[in-house]
């Protein structure tokens, strides 16, 4: 049985531990059911330096592990080599006994078979052994059911005779190893129960030999042994070894200073606390290990937790004896009281705020409360307070607050990790293409907090994020934040630099171009598809440049250089975490495609953004299979390596981050300004905020019939020329930045939003406010208001704040909480009822306007969504709206049977001019009233007042398509259900699907439906995306547009990928409640139509009221007092307002707009 979970990565990942509450704000949480953590992946810590940029490249001291912290959900030493961390790594630790022999490919390994195979695992070498981390259809050969039971009966009969066969058995328990873990991750190998015992009786066989734990023992088989029974589960099993082991570590302190010494500790240590974890998340008080575990055992534990003379080369085994003091407090009283009591011990012993003491204080608060032993409890709080002031002691904001730095470095180095990544950021835009965020990403702000050394980073960060520190850096999505330390050269083949770079770029690409979050199901990341994509990019980026474009990076090609063999394009698209070695392989393919096949790369990029799954998969296919290509990148990396040996072109290295010089000119925009246009197009919008200006304009050039590729590589070198003729002429143009994006087509012109980018310094000394926004117009949507106003003239203009009050005049609430750069702002949190909004400006020294003439709306909530589904355990069906919805910014009302009562004619009837969207998920005949009688006659009746209906579900057209309600108002006939034809494709010319592709998780929960007149067909189900046939009308989707608007969808909203059912609800919104219209604009008062309000209106409309004159146009304008009305209180309002400081009029008011 798999029971896999997302994992903690290094270098981007999302956090999937429990319920995890952001950094600092609580303890973690216990991990849901059946949670797994992961066994040991592949590691080369042993004998290399270093894989990729998840460690920075740890170089010296290759034990500093960082144990993995009670309750991180991870691979938890998967990557740890990257460090050079000893870890739980396999192979050998001493280094291979012979070199590579021949081709040494997962192939070989595939075709044999028998004793032949058995023979090969056993004698090859380890750089053979390691092809089979990358998975494939051979590797997948390799590890079967057969050859698992091969390898169990040979280490059965060899292990008899344990120390001849010590190098054979080493290799075979190696490869348990890497089966293991691909049984874990790979959803097609599945091994069952008597191929798992077998395996687990065959470590048994091992453990059982006299020969294998002894004064003397064979350390690399011994070492590997406690690797393979924590891949295999065995562990149980071999208590009395594993004391053993911990008890001939504990019999001689020379033991703390031997590098294979403490690596078999911490092994030992390791496999306990996974399996005593995994069992009680699994089995709870019926795991195996409860009362298992004999006090001796816990004795020796102790013994290491208790070592206060611990060295800086032994700790980690100390914080991993302490972690299994944390999974032994899931075990019976007695031995959950020995660990509280020994880990209170712990506490008490260790110098406060050292590693060994901070474990201890998030065990105690992880597994007891923060309760101590006998009495008394931690203070968390002041602990944390204490511990941040320590590790990171420093705060700086840019770009007013988008970006934070949090940390142990000054604010001279800060700056300068800052203008890389302006760098970063200009090519990341230019080679993409994609300015705006995609739908639904939250982060906007992000903050990156940076240790002051390795060490730091491994004390500190677990205590403080509850975070894992096999990595040398990580970002975590969903908390839209940045994890790294500085290190120096001799901790690390990387900068502090390079780092920040690499995973700043993961930061832009989640933001600009992926939807939905790292790992998440039902997106592109699902089967890791997105792997090599986000660290090759990623890799790529590091080069980035501020004139000379993405260089390529000599410390890629160097080590590619000494690769006895290299990886192929194939190779690389279907590279996972298992291997790192596609790192350097990725990032190069990345230049290459630059360089060689622009096309390529732009349509990858555009396959990303438009997350279309089935273009990015036939992409990736085009290119593994594409023979040529293949060829110019080999030849292409030969070209690079020479040139990097010869010293023949420019590489990344060679090129220093420009600097921003330390003096600027103070709060000199008018001169910015002025030299911008000398160089760059007039008439754009230029901005300042503190130590940043920006000039932006659109450009339009002729394509001349050049395809986009060669127009975008033609705009890159312009801007590079723009830029080295700017920066020279001032000092806040010698660091600028300049990228374009937003490229759109229209016969054979491109245009695109240029931007240029520099430091600027703005003080204190300028204290003169900037004149408050005008034309502020303001729009009701459902449950939302759209806020639109005049661009501010001020050469200072930094930002916009929004502010909101129920209460005509304030007090007002402010809405954005940073400051907003754009002129428009739509508040998604409206609700409904009358709100008031004011606009302020804000300067480049935070001098803040006065407030904007204040507008009032009405806002309403046009859309009720209701589960129903047949029971309360499948709100699924329903939250999959409810979280389209909030992602699309619209506002609803969510209604569940289950919890708030009945649908009643009532309910619906406030939403007869608004949309009702009702998911049953999937019909039962189980419980015919899901959709009875009952509910049929609600809906009709609604429909007949004019309301609209998404109705969406599977299955329920079989039982219910000859009743009323689908005859007489949707009018369509059920076919046939579970047609496995996943792909949907929208009619063309239909307002709901035209031009969508749209895709199903499976093909299970569909109905084929025919459309009657005046029903349509808005989507219909691809006949070749399965092995399904179409029976009739074929369709997916079917549409009513009478007095009434229905869409009936014929799966489950939530079947789609989350892209997907974004796309079609905005579309099905769209479609019932368009936008309204603004088709005669006024001022209000403006009752002659001249722009503004005089004596005049007032005279106009009195001649009209009074003397027979000429009606106001539109006559709302003339309802000066907004009471819905046209008499003379109007005319005294207006009088009342010119000429005795009354109140001024209601938007649309001082510029022309809608009510």
Not at 40 to 59: N, P, V
Not at 684 to 694: K, L, N, S, T, Y
Request: glycine share 8%.
């Amino acid at each position: 049985m798999k029971r896999l979970t997302l994992t903690l990565l290094c270098l981007v990942g999302t956090f999937s531990y429990g319920q995890v509450a952001p950094p600092l704000s609580s303890p973690l949480s216990p991990p849901p059911p059946e949670q797994q953590e992961a066994p040991a992946g592949h590691f080369k810590s042993q004998r290399i330096a270093l894989e990729a940029r998840c460690s920075g490249g740890q170089t010296s001291q290759p034990d500093q592990a960082q144990r993995p912290l009670a309750g991180s959900s991870a691979k938890d030493l998967q990557s740890a080599f990257l460090d050079g961390v000893a870890a739980t790594g396999g192979g050998s630790t001493a280094g291979p006994t012979s070199g590579p022999v021949g081709p040494c490919t997962s192939a070989e390994f595939a075709a044999a078979t028998g004793a032949a195979f058995v023979e090969l695992v056993a004698t090859s070498a380890d750089d053979c052994l390691e092809q089979l981390w990358n998975f494939d259809g051979d590797v997948e050969t390799a590890i079967s059911p057969a050859n698992i039971l091969l390898i169990a009966a040979a280490i059965d009969l060899e292990a008899l005779d344990l120390l001849v066969n010590v190098d054979r058995l080493r290799r075979m328990t190696y490869f348990y190893q890497i089966a293991f873990f691909h049984e874990f991750y790979q959803s097609s190998v599945n091994y069952d129960d008597p191929t798992i015992e077998a395996a687990q009786l065959a470590m048994v066989t091992v453990g059982q030999q006299p020969e294998l734990i002894v004064v003397d023992p064979p350390v690399d088989l011994l070492s590997q042994w406690l690797v393979s029974i924590d891949s295999t589960n065995a562990s149980i099993q071999l208590l009395g070894q594993l004391e053993a082991v911990l008890q001939r570590y504990n019999s001689d302190s020379a033991h703390e200073s031997v590098y294979q010494e403490r690596l078999m500790a911490y092994r030992c240590l390791f496999t306990l606390a996974r399996q005593i974890g995994n069992e009680n998340n699994i089995n709870g008080s019926h795991s195996p290990w409860y009362s298992a575990v004999p006090a001796s055992l816990v004795s020796e534990i102790a013994t290491i937790a208790l070592d206060a003379t611990y060295t800086e080369d032994s700790e980690y085994v100390v914080l991993n004896a302490l972690w299994v003091l944390n999974r032994l407090g899931f075990l019976e009283p007695v031995t959950r009281d020995l660990a509280h009591d020994i880990l209170t011990q712990a506490y008490n012993l260790h110098i406060p705020y050292s590693g060994p003491w901070l474990q201890a204080v998030t065990d105690l608060d992880f597994q007891f409360g923060g309760q101590l032993f006998g009495g008394g409890a931690l203070d968390l709080d002041q602990i944390r307070i204490q511990v941040m002031a320590l590790a990171l002691p420093n705060e700086f904001s840019f770009d007013q607050g988008r970006l934070k730095f949090v940390t142990a470095i000054d604010l001279e180095e800060t700056e300068d990790l800052y203008a890389a990544m302006q760098e970063v950021e200009a090519q990341f835009f230019r080679k993409s293409g994609h300015l705006e965020p995609v739908v639904g990403d939250a982060n906007e702000a992000l903050t990156l907090v940076i240790y002051g050394s390795p060490q730091d980073y491994q004390t500190y960060q677990p205590f403080l994020y509850g975070l894992s520190t096999n990595n040398g850096g990580i970002f975590i999505e969903s908390w839209g934040t940045l994890f790294t330390y500085d290190r120096t050269p001799a901790q690390s083949i990387y900068t502090l630099e390079e780092l920040l770079r690499h995973e700043y770029t993961h930061y832009l690409d989640s933001r600009f171009l992926i939807t939905g979050s790292f790992g998440q199901s039902g997106t592109l990341y699902e089967g890791d598809r997105m792997v090599w994509y986000n660290e090759g990019l990623a890799e790529y980026m590091v080069g980035a440049t501020r004139l000379n474009g993405v260089l390529p990076r000599g410390v890629l090609l160097d080590r590619i250089s000494s690769d006895s063999s290299r990886l192929t394009v194939a190779d690389i698209t279907s590279a996972t975490y298992g291997s790192f070695n596609f790192y350097r392989y990725a990032g190069v393919y990345f230049e290459f495609l630059e360089e060689q096949h622009p096309d390529l790369l732009l349509a990858l990029f555009e396959a990303v953004r438009g997350d279309d799954v089935v273009v990015l998969d036939g992409l990736y296919a085009s290119m593994a299979s594409d023979s040529q290509l293949q060829l110019g990148y080999d030849a292409f990396i030969d070209a690079q390596i020479l040139a990097y040996q010869q010293g023949t072109e420019l590489f990344a290295e060679e090129v220093a981050t420009t600097a921003t010089p330390q003096i600027l000119v103070d709060n000199n925009a008018n001169q910015v300004l002025a030299t911008l246009p000398s160089i760059l197009p007039g008439g754009g919008q230029f901005r300042v905020w503190p130590h940043r200006f920006q000039y932006s304009y659109s450009q339009t050039t002729p394509l001349s019939g050049q395809p986009i590729e060669v127009y975008r590589q033609n705009t890159d070198q312009e801007l590079d020329g723009l830029l080295t003729t700017l920066t020279p002429l001032q000092d806040n143009m010698t660091s600028a930045v300049s990228w374009f994006g937003e490229t759109t087509i229209s016969g054979d012109l491109a245009t695109s939003t240029v931007i240029f980018e520099g430091p600027y310094e703005a003080t204190a000394a300028d204290v003169v406010a900037p004149a408050a926004p005008t034309g502020v117009s303001a729009q009701s949507g459902s449950g939302t208001v759209s806020l639109t106003w005049n661009p501010s003239p001020e050469v200072d203009w930094s930002a916009y704040h929004v502010y909101r009050s129920e209460i005509a005049g304030g007090p007002y609430e402010r809405l954005t909480l940073m400051t907003l750069w754009e002129n428009e702002f739509i508040d998604t949190d409206a609700g409904m009822g009358q709100l008031y909004y004011v606009i302020t400006a804000i300067d480049a020294s935070g001098n803040e306007s006065t407030e904007s003439t204040e507008v009032v709306v009405e806002s309403t909530i046009d859309i009720l969504v209701i589960n129903g589904h047949y029971d309360s355990a499948g709100p699924g069906y329903y939250t999959s709206y409810l979280n389209s919805l909030d992602t699309l910014g619209l506002g609803y009302q969510a209604w569940d049977p289950f919890i708030d009562g009945p649908v009643t004619t009532e309910l619906l009837a406030l939403y007869s001019e608004g949309m009702v969207m009702w998911p049953i998920g999937y019909f039962s005949t189980n419980f015919p009233d899901q959709l009875g009688a009952a509910r049929q006659a609600l809906l009709m009746e609604y429909l007949q007042s004019g309301g609209n209906l998404v109705l969406s579900g599977a299955f329920a057209t079989a039982y219910l398509d000859d009743t009323p309600l689908f005859t007489n108002y949707l009018f369509l006939q059920h076919e046939q259900w579970s047609m496995d034809l996943p792909g949907l494709i929208g009619e063309a010319g239909d307002p709901v699907g035209d031009s969508l592709s749209l895709q199903l998780s499976n093909g299970v929960y569909q109905s084929e439906l025919t459309a009657f007149p005046p029903a349509q067909k808005a989507i219909a189900y691809d006949p070749v995306s399965g092995s399904g046939t179409l029976q009739g009308g074929g369709a997916a989707v079917v549409t009513v547009d009478l007095d009434h608007k229905a869409a009936v969808l014929s799966f489950p909203l939530s079947g789609l990928i989350a892209a997907d059912r974004i796309e079609l609800l905005g579309r099905l919104v769209e479609w019932m409640l368009p936008p309204s219209s603004c088709a005669d604009p006024f001022v209000r008062g403006d009752t002659n139509g001249s722009g503004s309000i005089d004596i005049a209106d007032a005279v106009f409309l009195l001649d009209y009221l009074f003397a027979g004159g000429v009606s106001p146009s539109p006559e709302a304008s003339g309802d000066a007092n907004n009471d819905a009305g046209l008499d003379i209180s109007d005319a005294i309002f207006l009088l009342t307002f010119l000429f005795d400081s009354g109140a001024s009029p209601a938007a649309p008011y001082p510029d022309a707009g809608c009510p």
